[in-house]
C-alpha cells in the first residue's frame, strides 16, 4: 500500500476557520473525523515544521494542516513534505509504490459539495496562489503529487479583485460546510483508491485528469479562462490567493 502525506492549505486562526478559503482545512478534518484517525495536533514528529499533524503508521497514512497564511504556505508545505518523505523513504516499502503527496485545497471554479482529483508533475498553479508558492519552491515542479480541489462556487458574476476576495474570505454558511464536510466519504475512498495504485474514473462528478500539456488544453477548447486570483482586504499580501 502506498504511503500518502494529505495536506491542506488555507489561512490559519479563528478569524479564517471555516471560510470558504479555508475550504480545504475543512475537508482535511471532516476526513480525519469520518476515517477515525486521532485529532489533529501541533506534533514533534516533524521536527522543525508548524502545522497541526496526525498519522498512523498501520494506514500508512498522515495528515497536516498548513499552519501559513495560504501565499506564504509553499516553505512551510514543502519542507513538511520532505521531512516526511524522507521517514518513508528510511523504511521498507514492499509494494514498489512510491510516497504520494496530496494537497487539499479550495476551488472556486466548482460548485460547492463537488471536488476535482488531478495527479501530474509541472501541475499549473491556474492561479491560485497557495499552489503557486508551493510549486516555486526547489524540485517541486518536477514532483508528482495528487491535488484534491474542494469546490466553493458558485464565483461571483464579477470577476472584480475586491468582489472575488470579499467572497472567497466569508465563512461558510452552515449549509455550504455541510456539503463540503459531506464528501468527506468520497474523498476518503479516492485517497485509498491512490494508496492501491488504482487512480483515473470519475470524481465528484469530475473527470479527475493527468496533468495536460497546453497544446492539449488548446486542443479541447476549453471555454473557462483559468480563474482569477487577487489579494485580500484585510491582509494584502498573505491571506486571500482568489
Not at 486521532?38 to 498519522?55: E, H
Not at 482529483?117 to 510549486?135: E, P, W
Not at 474523498?187 to 465528484?204: C, L
Request: charged residues 25%; hydrophobic residues 30%.
Amino acid at each position: 500500500m502506498r504511503a500518502v502525506f494529505i495536506a491542506s492549505l488555507g489561512n490559519p486562526g479563528s478569524t479564517y476557520a471555516h471560510t470558504l478559503h479555508s475550504a480545504g482545512h475543512t475537508l482535511l478534518e471532516a476526513i480525519v473525523s469520518y476515517a477515525g484517525f486521532p485529532t489533529l495536533s501541533v506534533s514533534k514528529q516533524l521536527t522543525g515544521t508548524k502545522g497541526r499533524y496526525t498519522y498512523s503508521d498501520a494506514q500508512s497514512v498522515a495528515f497536516w494542516e498548513s499552519p501559513d497564511y495560504m501565499n506564504d504556505g509553499g516553505p512551510g508545505l514543502a519542507t513538511a513534505w520532505r521531512k516526511w518523505f524522507s521517514s518513508q523513504r528510511a523504511q521498507d516499502n514492499e509494494t514498489g509504490l512510491e510516497p504520494r503527496l496530496i494537497v487539499v485545497h479550495d476551488e472556486l471554479e466548482l460548485p460547492c459539495g463537488k471536488y476535482s482529483v488531478k495527479t501530474g508533475a509541472g501541475a499549473s498553479a491556474r492561479g491560485h496562489n497557495g499552489l503557486k508558492s508551493f510549486l516555486g519552491m526547489p524540485n517541486m515542479k518536477q514532483l508528482q503529487f495528487t491535488r484534491i480541489g474542494v469546490g466553493i462556487g458558485p464565483r461571483p458574476l464579477s470577476r472584480e479583485p475586491d468582489q472575488v476576495a470579499k467572497y472567497v474570505l466569508k465563512k461558510m454558511t452552515g449549509e455550504q460546510k455541510h456539503k463540503i464536510e459531506g464528501i468527506a466519504g468520497e474523498v476518503w475512498k479516492e485517497i485509498e483508491k491512490i494508496q492501491r495504485g488504482e487512480e483515473g474514473a470519475k470524481k465528484g462528478g469530475v473527470q479527475s485528469v493527468k496533468q495536460q500539456s497546453k497544446k492539449e488544453r488548446k486542443e479541447r477548447g476549453s471555454s473557462h479562462p483559468p480563474p482569477t486570483r487577487e489579494t485580500a482586504p484585510e491582509d494584502p499580501a498573505r491571506a486571500s490567493s482568489v
